[in-house]
């Protein structure tokens, strides 16, 4: 049974920078990629970045790119996503997933089969 589990949310300020981090534990096979989403109030969960282990490249949405940056250790246990310049609209409920496989488009959900609980991330104004 895999597990994965999100920590280091919470309240920050407008401008300030905050670290995700990301543990997976079980499992008998290696992890092929992992990747942070997140989802606001009323809307639908969304891609924020990505790696994979084969390529060792990491992904971006436009929205995030430049202001976070996603760190893995060689074994894919264990994620990080660093957040700088957090504005009211990085407000959102950040998941930590794994795949076990390789996939075509890393940045969909449908990609990851397994999913943390999920952390609230709030940015206040």
């Known amino acids: 049974q895999v597990q994965v589990v999100e920590s280091g949310g919470g309240l920050v300020q407008v401008g300030d920078s905050l670290t995700l981090s990301c543990a997976v534990s079980g499992g008998t096979f290696d992890i092929a990629g992992m990747a942070w989403f997140r989802q606001a109030p009323g809307r639908e969960r969304e891609f924020v970045a990505a790696f994979s282990r084969t390529t060792r490249t990491t992904h971006y949405a436009g929205s995030v790119q430049g202001r976070f940056t996603m760190r893995t250790d060689n074994a894919l246990k264990a994620a990080y996503l660093e957040m700088s310049s957090l504005n009211p609209e990085d407000t959102a409920v950040y998941y930590c997933?794994?795949?076990?496989?390789?996939?075509?488009?890393?940045?969909?959900?449908?990609?990851?089969?397994?999913w943390g609980q999920g952390i609230q991330v709030t940015v206040s104004s």
């Open positions: 997933a794994a795949r076990p496989r390789n996939w075509a488009d890393a940045r969909t959900l449908g990609a990851y089969d397994y």
